[in-house]
Each structure stands twice: as structure tokens, then as C-alpha cells.
């Protein structure tokens, strides 16, 4: 579909575009949300992918207050 195309092809162009201006290859890219799933087949580089990193997030800022 033209989202999914859209979206993938945005990302293609942002991280070759980071990898330009940093002269690097060790972007690490990040996946999260609950529709990412659908554009994961998509994507050409590699990517760490975590359905839930904002509620892990929340938990451990819980768990950093909570003195645990």
C-alpha cells in the first residue's frame, strides 16, 4: 500500500542520509509501536524490534522510583 511504501521509503532515506552525514555504518535502528509489525518485512537495513519499549520504559522509571 502507499502508507507502507511511504513509510519504509522515508526510513531508507533517513538512515542513508545519517550514514552520509556521520560517515558511519553503526547507526542502530529501532523499531517500536504497535503497527510497525506491518512494515517490518519491508525494511532492508538491520533493526532491533521491541513491540513494547515505551511500557518497558514506563516500568523501569517505576521500578527506578519505587527504590527497587
Do not use: Q
Not at 28 to 48: C, D, M, Q, R, W
Amino acid at each position: 500500500s502507499g502508507v507502507v511504501n511511504s513509510t519504509t521509503g522515508l526510513l531508507d532515506k533517513l538512515i542513508n542520509d545519517l550514514k552520509l552525514n556521520y560517515k558511519t555504518d553503526l547507526i542502530h535502528f529501532f523499531i517500536t509501536g504497535g503497527n510497525a509489525e506491518s512494515i517490518l518485512p519491508f525494511i532492508k537495513y538491520e533493526y532491533v524490534f521491541e513491540k513494547g519499549l515505551v511500557l518497558y520504559g514506563a516500568y523501569c522509571l517505576f521500578k527506578l522510583n519505587a527504590g527497587e
